[in-house]
């Protein structure tokens, strides 16, 4: 996740590669993910580019499943970065 300080929209970028599945697996994947995208888009901060990488695990897993993964990555968002 990169933010780049511009006032535009949060930006979501997919990499699905051909070991999640056949191309209707990948499409199906695809598009949930751009679901809940869809829906966790306001509390992604403003100039933000997001990409996604669908593991092999996802062709299986369930919408809830996605939509709780990615809504835990994007709460690393609202978290102040760890120094060490």
Do not use: H
Not at 4 to 18: D, L, M, N, Q, V
Not at 35 to 41: K, L, M, P, Q
Not at 50 to 70: C, G, H, K, N, Y
Request: net charge positive; proline share 5%.
């Amino acid at each position: 996740m990169l933010t780049t300080g511009e006032a535009r929209e949060p930006r979501f970028g997919f990499i699905i590669s051909k070991q999640v599945g056949t191309a209707v697996i990948r499409n199906t994947v695809r598009r949930r993910l751009k679901a809940v995208c869809a829906d966790a888009i306001a509390d992604v901060p403003q100039g933000t580019d997001v990409v996604i990488r669908a593991l092999p695990a996802s062709a299986t897993a369930t919408f809830a499943e996605l939509q709780a993964d990615v809504t835990r990555c994007l709460a690393r968002l609202s978290r102040p970065a760890a120094r060490s």
